[in-house]
């Protein structure tokens, strides 16, 4: 919400912003644009600590009757007419997975047997280009290249997407614990480099699933796949940051990685990065193949819809937030017109 002309703008534009919560309520997140304007309404309850444990339905199971819920240690139960989930790609898979009854045995909405498969998280890596000068920058991430999109000259298939994360700092950067450059400190390092974020589609395999262990433990099994047009924009991004010939003070020089092979330290991002979770409850006109309709609600249990990033049948190769929200838009008019 940074406002360059207004000098109360409410956004101060501090350099903690990108992983951090915001001090003064100006970043435009969820919990600020939706939420809290949400909570003004007198027939909106939002409850907090409370663990959606299982979803029970009707003896036919063609309905959800009730939620159960833990909350602040204790058990509750809720019911309604229409229950929307939107748990994330991993846990709204497994709350449905948990939910297995009779009529469900192998999860709730679950015929298709699809229910947690198809899981995709992109395939990411954090790419720093370090040089002699530094880069002050605050909000490298508006910038984005799209160019290698759909493939280059040496390589004709799709490659991906590259942008920056936000401006790393020394702390930032010691989470991802990248090999040290010769000469640098973590802090320094961060001071003088531009952080390239790289996203390449993963494709939906059935294998790489959610499932849950016997104890009823979330297990998350998922072989990588596509990798090859991650590498190939690795290496087109080092490339172009060896030509480049700009900087007016070293020149050529700049750019540490003209010298050494190891200055560009490029690091997929690990399975534990779940942060792009999608694809596990996917939609589809066909109930043999797919859990939801076009509506994202259950082929077979009329009153549950699935609204998160759950509902994805490809990934592509940029980040997920936009697409959830515009399809949770979309879900709601829908929802608005069945409740008519
Ligand atoms: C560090 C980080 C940076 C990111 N940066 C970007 C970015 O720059 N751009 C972008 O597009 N995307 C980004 N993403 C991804 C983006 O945040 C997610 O794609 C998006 O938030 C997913 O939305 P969702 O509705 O599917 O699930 P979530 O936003 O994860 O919402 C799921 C909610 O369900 C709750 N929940 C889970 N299980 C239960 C349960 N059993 N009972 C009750 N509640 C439950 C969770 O607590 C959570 O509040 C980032 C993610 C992370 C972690
Ligand atoms: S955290 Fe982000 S939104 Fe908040 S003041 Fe700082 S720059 Fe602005």
Known sequence: MLNEGDPRSRCIRCNTCDGYPCLVNAK???????????????????????????????????????????????????????????????????????????????????????????????????????????????????????????????????????????????????????????????????????????????????DNRVTLDRQGNIVLSYKPNNLEPHKRLQAKLQDLMKRQTKCDIHGHDCHQGLFARSLYLGERIPLAGVAHQNGTIRFGNDPKTSVLDANCRAHDVDNLYVVDGSFFVSSAAVNPALTIMANALRVGDHLLARMK
């Open 28 to 206: 435009s997140d969820a919990h600020i644009c939706a939420i809290e304007p949400a909570l003004e309404y007198p027939n909106l309850t939002l409850l907090t600590d409370a663990f959606v444990s299982r979803l029970e339905t009707s003896a036919s199971g063609q309905e959800v009757t009730a939620v159960h819920v833990t909350r602040n240690g204790a058990e509750e139960k809720y019911a309604a007419d229409i229950v929307a989930v939107s748990c994330g790609a991993i846990n709204s898979a497994a709350l449905l997975l948990r939910s297995a009854n009779a009529k469900h045995p192998r999860g709730l909405a679950n015929s298709s047997d699809t229910v947690g498969r198809h899981y995709m998280g992109h395939v990411n890596s954090v790419l720093l280009a370090v040089s002699k000068c530094p880069n002050p920058t605050v909000f490298q991430k508006t910038l984005g290249l799209n160019d290698f999109y759909f493939g280059s000259k040496e390589w004709e298939f799709p490659m991906g997407h590259i942008s920056f994360v936000g401006k790393l700092d020394g702390v930032a950067l010691s989470a991802g614990a990248p090999a040290i450059a010769p000469g640098f400190t973590l802090d320094l390092m961060a001071k003088h480099s531009l952080d390239f974020w790289l996203t390449s589609e993963d494709l939906p395999d059935p």
